[in-house]
Nanobody, 119 residues
Framework: QVQLVESGGGLVQPGGSLRLSCAAS????????MGWYRQAPGKQRELVAH???????NYAASVKGRFTISRDNAKNTVYLQMNSLKPEDTAVYYC?????????????WGQGTQVTVSS
Protein backbone atom coordinates (compact mmCIF):
# COMPACT_ATOMS: atom_id res chain seq x y z
CA GLN A 1 0.00 0.00 0.00
CA VAL A 2 1.26 3.47 -0.85
CA GLN A 3 1.84 5.89 2.00
CA LEU A 4 2.64 9.59 1.87
CA VAL A 5 4.04 11.25 4.97
CA GLU A 6 4.20 15.02 5.14
CA SER A 7 6.33 17.12 7.47
CA GLY A 8 7.50 20.70 7.92
CA GLY A 9 4.32 22.55 8.76
CA GLY A 10 4.02 24.97 11.64
CA LEU A 11 3.45 28.54 12.74
CA VAL A 12 5.33 31.32 10.97
CA GLN A 13 5.08 35.09 10.87
CA PRO A 14 4.01 36.91 7.72
CA GLY A 15 6.96 37.23 5.37
CA GLY A 16 8.57 34.10 6.75
CA SER A 17 9.43 30.80 5.11
CA LEU A 18 8.65 27.12 5.57
CA ARG A 19 9.69 24.00 3.70
CA LEU A 20 7.28 21.10 3.45
CA SER A 21 8.40 17.56 2.64
CA CYS A 22 6.41 14.56 1.51
CA ALA A 23 8.00 11.13 1.43
CA ALA A 24 6.33 8.32 -0.47
CA SER A 25 6.69 4.63 0.30
CA UNK A 26 7.35 1.88 -0.53
CA UNK A 27 10.48 2.53 -2.54
CA UNK A 28 9.16 0.42 -5.40
CA UNK A 29 6.38 2.97 -5.94
CA UNK A 30 7.17 4.39 -9.37
CA UNK A 31 5.86 7.91 -9.08
CA UNK A 32 4.44 9.75 -12.04
CA UNK A 33 3.36 13.13 -10.74
CA MET A 34 3.33 14.74 -7.31
CA GLY A 35 1.58 17.80 -6.03
CA TRP A 36 0.71 19.96 -3.08
CA TYR A 37 -2.83 21.05 -2.34
CA ARG A 38 -4.27 23.08 0.51
CA GLN A 39 -7.58 23.51 2.23
CA ALA A 40 -8.45 26.48 4.40
CA PRO A 41 -11.40 26.38 6.82
CA GLY A 42 -14.67 26.70 4.96
CA LYS A 43 -13.01 26.47 1.55
CA GLN A 44 -12.50 23.77 -1.04
CA ARG A 45 -9.20 22.00 -1.48
CA GLU A 46 -7.15 23.74 -4.14
CA LEU A 47 -4.03 22.97 -6.12
CA VAL A 48 -0.94 24.83 -4.92
CA ALA A 49 1.81 23.31 -7.06
CA HIS A 50 2.35 20.25 -9.23
CA UNK A 51 5.39 18.54 -10.72
CA UNK A 52 5.48 15.81 -13.34
CA UNK A 53 7.95 12.98 -13.81
CA UNK A 54 10.00 15.07 -16.26
CA UNK A 55 10.15 18.02 -13.87
CA UNK A 56 7.48 20.20 -15.47
CA UNK A 57 5.93 22.41 -12.80
CA ASN A 58 2.65 24.23 -12.46
CA TYR A 59 1.63 26.73 -9.78
CA ALA A 60 -1.51 28.42 -8.58
CA ALA A 61 -1.48 32.09 -9.50
CA SER A 62 -1.65 33.06 -5.84
CA VAL A 63 1.69 31.40 -5.01
CA LYS A 64 3.65 31.85 -8.24
CA GLY A 65 6.97 33.52 -7.54
CA ARG A 66 6.80 32.73 -3.81
CA PHE A 67 6.58 28.92 -3.69
CA THR A 68 8.83 26.38 -5.37
CA ILE A 69 8.06 22.70 -5.82
CA SER A 70 10.84 20.18 -6.36
CA ARG A 71 11.32 16.44 -6.16
CA ASP A 72 14.07 13.98 -5.36
CA ASN A 73 13.28 10.88 -7.37
CA ALA A 74 15.93 8.81 -5.59
CA LYS A 75 14.18 9.47 -2.28
CA ASN A 76 10.60 9.44 -3.64
CA THR A 77 10.18 12.81 -1.97
CA VAL A 78 8.59 16.07 -3.03
CA TYR A 79 9.27 19.42 -1.41
CA LEU A 80 7.47 22.74 -1.27
CA GLN A 81 9.60 25.75 -0.41
CA MET A 82 7.30 28.53 0.71
CA ASN A 83 8.70 32.06 0.95
CA SER A 84 7.11 35.44 1.65
CA LEU A 85 4.24 33.72 3.41
CA LYS A 86 0.97 35.58 3.86
CA PRO A 87 -1.89 35.05 6.32
CA GLU A 88 -4.02 33.85 3.41
CA ASP A 89 -1.60 30.93 2.95
CA THR A 90 -2.90 29.50 6.23
CA ALA A 91 -4.36 26.07 5.52
CA VAL A 92 -3.84 22.35 5.86
CA TYR A 93 -1.42 21.33 3.12
CA TYR A 94 -1.82 17.91 1.54
CA CYS A 95 0.60 15.95 -0.61
CA UNK A 96 -0.67 13.92 -3.55
CA UNK A 97 1.17 11.39 -5.68
CA UNK A 98 0.18 9.02 -8.45
CA UNK A 99 2.09 6.20 -10.08
CA UNK A 100 2.60 2.50 -10.37
CA UNK A 101 3.55 -0.49 -8.29
CA UNK A 102 3.88 -3.23 -10.84
CA UNK A 103 0.75 -3.06 -12.98
CA UNK A 104 -1.38 -1.36 -10.35
CA UNK A 105 -2.06 2.37 -10.50
CA UNK A 106 -2.24 4.38 -7.29
CA UNK A 107 -3.31 7.94 -6.55
CA UNK A 108 -2.92 8.72 -2.86
CA TRP A 109 -3.09 11.58 -0.39
CA GLY A 110 -1.04 12.31 2.68
CA GLN A 111 -2.60 13.05 6.05
CA GLY A 112 -1.99 16.79 5.81
CA THR A 113 0.19 19.26 7.68
CA GLN A 114 -1.02 22.52 9.18
CA VAL A 115 0.56 25.79 8.05
CA THR A 116 -0.41 28.88 10.02
CA VAL A 117 0.82 32.33 9.03
CA SER A 118 0.16 34.81 11.79
CA SER A 119 1.83 37.53 13.79
Amino acid sequence: QVQLVESGGGLVQPGGSLRLSCAASPSIFSINAMGWYRQAPGKQRELVAHITSDGTTNYAASVKGRFTISRDNAKNTVYLQMNSLKPEDTAVYYCNADGWIGLRWYANWGQGTQVTVSS
